[in-house]
């Protein structure tokens, strides 16, 4: 690696001229970035592939992985340099929560959505006749119908259904157990929560190993396409803003190699504006589907980036506008408020306990003031605060250094809202939950 | 002491298996299926487990530790954080290792390096198998770039030879790149 003294002197800006760039290639600086074969690595691949890393000095080497334990492990033993990980994985390894929590922290997020809830067909025919659906109904009234299956099947002495995500810190997890929650079941007692790596979740569905699962795009539409998967919630209908991946950096690293990381910062966010563009959506598609990437047909992706897609092998199609936002919306702030949301759920379920140290253990993984520093004089409006209420209806208004920014509006599905700064209140809310939620974890 | 080592390939296994019978741990159960990850767990009680880092079955292993209700004891990653330079050696040559919470350090170290001197060892022997595999290949393509040289330029073996090697020597690249340059080219050309 090299010393930030053999940065350029000019800064690589768009008006830097070609002399400053083929100075700034020769020099380049490599950054080992590890991630895993979803279609939310998007911003990282367009970055690398479009020319925004180069045009910071920057080389950006993607490496692809296969777990997100080897994420974490290769990135705390310094195989790579940043990482893309779950939004929770930062927050578990501040909290020295899971296995091996050497400790790192996102200054950027890698966009939203991409998640999906899917159940095997034999599951979703078998409570769509106990609860009559059509196959149109929303994400919650799904929900409910499950629940009602779930209580039938309990009653006949039935084996309790598996469900697959994908790691316990991730937004999966806390997604799929947020909406069994809303329907009225307890993903703790009334089911079996297992892991399935994304890539193995339509063989599980299709061997019988799982009932369902919570998974990244594309896999739900894999599971779909073979005809063995039906599609019942995304993460637009649990929760849009829901923390997906970001971007994991080991904090020697960062210490080390500051210009560079918000050299890197402004080319994500570049890439991720990039990503956003209706235009751009088929030279994305194309770049995911290359096998180095992600490896699965570019007309899934295309289907996926623009929002429309079948979500029942009958070939029932679903339309949703902003399924996955790489940029707008201001997708890429690393609010605290949402890592705090995390905590809450970590907290719910009995991974962590609730304290004003634990908070700002929380705080720590996530690192808006990086991200301010980075991208200051970028065309990007920057929130001024860290932290908002948390699921509106209407849509949160945001105070920028560009005026008012209106958020779209991001509803939970229970309808509750989230106030960052009381999460007791916000977990004595909830009727399921771990009883040792709001004390110390006694489970 | 019980060792799991969850292996797909049976040739790093056995090569795990023997050195770590060298080592003086007999008793060590090989995981290689799949399916039923957890029923095999929980009958062998392993004070170890052993895993490849290119598994993608760690995720799974890491979530029924979180669910300690499931598997008999909960495991943690390695022993503590003292011995980095250990994990770091570790995830170098692609293993991990999950230890029974409380087991002495000096009783799960020799197993864990045994572990990574066998998948070294494995990496190795894979290396010099790809190698000789790319070697024969490179022979291969060398006869097929100088039949094309002596029917075309109408030399000799010898000189279609010497003018590969004179080739390669000026772009400072193998022979065998050169050659496979040539044949490349020859398949453009061909109607």
Redesign the interface.
Known sequence: MLSTEAEPSTPAGLDAGPVALRHNRRHAHVVRAGFIPLIDVAVLVAAAEQGFADREGIRLELIRD?????IR??LA???FDVAHALGPMPIASQLGI???P?PSFTPFALGRGGNAITLSVTLYREMAALAGLSGTEDALTNARALKSLIDRRQASGRKPLVFGM???FSSHNYEFRFWMAAGGIDPDRDVL?????P??TADAMAAG?IDGFCVNAPWNLIAVERGVGRVVATKRDIWPSSPEKVLAVRPDWAEANGETLSRLLVALDAAARWCDAPENVGDLAEMLADPAHVGVPADLFRSLLRGRFVVDPDGTSREIPDYLVFHGDLANFPWLSQARWVYSQMIRWG?ASFSQEGLARVEAAYRPDLYRAALGGSATPIPLGESKPEGSVAGHSVSTRKGETRLSPDPFIDGRTFDPEAIPEYLAGFDIKRSGALGPVSE | MHVAVIEENSVRAAILVDGLREAGITSVEVISSTDGLLRRLTAVDPDVIIIGLENPRRDVLEQMFQVSKVVSRPVAMFVDHTDTDMIAAAIDAGVSAYVVDGLRKDRVKPIVETAISRFNAFDRLQRELDAARSELAGRKVIERAKGILMKTRQVSEEEAYELLRRAAMNDKRKVADIAQSVVTAASLLEK
């Open positions: 296969v777990s997100w334990s080897n492990d290769r033993f310094r195989q899971g296995s091996n050497y994908t790691y316990p929560m297992t892991v399935v790596p890539p193995f190993a991974q």
